[in-house]
């Protein structure tokens, strides 16, 4: 590693909310950590999903959830995922509209679908109706927002019908990124759902049972956290 480098990048990580390479390299032919214990951080939870695409560009990868064992991090299941259309973005500066998935690590703060939810959800999960919309419109005060009915300063052509996919939104959790305090302009309804075969307008999507495995799986008391990033480069999630 060039001498400065890792400092730098633990700026960028409180500059941008980036997560930074971490950790030592592992000895010539000693198998990686797991990819949690390589990052430097993980919510400080007992679950977490990973979900990294080779580079910026790439619009698929892989996700994987993981969750504490005895003191280690264990990979509980893994699935192919899609990205944005035009790739990944770092989420401290992406901009709304761009088809880019935000980097970054953000929490999940609740569930939702078309479909009930798979037996065994422990996340509050909120059912999609017809008149159910995510508000996009950054001139709205419901801005990044389920809204139901759509909020009248919410312009319908710069929001999303829930309902009007029913099989990218038949499972789904609310990521994190934008969402607790938004700004403006930097994007909404990120999602991580259902693949609809195909890239997405900046969400995680991954296969159908894949989805329906995650929910089951996971559990809000344990924290679960989703990090997005790349197997390289400053968006690395962690050292290979």
Do not use: K
């Not at 999903?49 to 959830?65: E, K, Q, R, Y």
């Amino acid at each position: 590693m060039r001498p400065g480098l890792l400092p730098d990048l633990l700026a960028l990580l409180a500059a941008s909310a980036l997560l930074a390479l971490t950790g030592a390299a592992p000895a010539a032919g000693a198998p990686a950590a797991p990819l949690p214990d390589r990052m430097a951080d993980t919510g400080g939870g007992t679950q977490l999903v990973t979900a990294v695409a080779p580079d910026l560009g790439s619009t698929s990868g892989t996700l994987t959830w993981w969750e504490r064992r005895d003191g280690r991090w264990v990979a509980a299941g893994t699935a192919p995922a899609r990205f944005g259309a035009r790739g990944l973005a770092d989420g401290a500066t992406r901009v709304q509209g761009t088809e880019t998935t935000p980097t970054g690590l953000y929490d999940l703060p609740y569930a939702f679908g078309t479909a009930p939810a798979p037996a065994g959800t422990a996340y509050r999960y909120r059912p999609v109706g017809p008149d159910s919309w995510w508000c996009q419109d950054n001139a709205s005060r419901a801005y990044n927002r389920w809204s139901e009915p759509l909020a009248a300063d919410c312009a319908a052509a710069e929001s999303e019908r829930l309902a009007g996919y029913p099989v990218q939104y038949a499972h789904a959790l609310v990521v994190g990124f934008n969402y607790h305090r938004p700004v403006r302009g930097r994007g909404a309804g990120i999602f991580l759902h259902v693949d609809g075969r195909g890239a997405t307008a900046g969400c995680v999507s991954v296969p159908a049972e894949a989805m329906r495995r995650i929910l089951r799986w996971a559990d809000p008391a344990a924290r679960p956290h989703l990090a997005i990033g790349t197997a390289q480069g400053p968006t690395a999630l962690a050292r290979a």
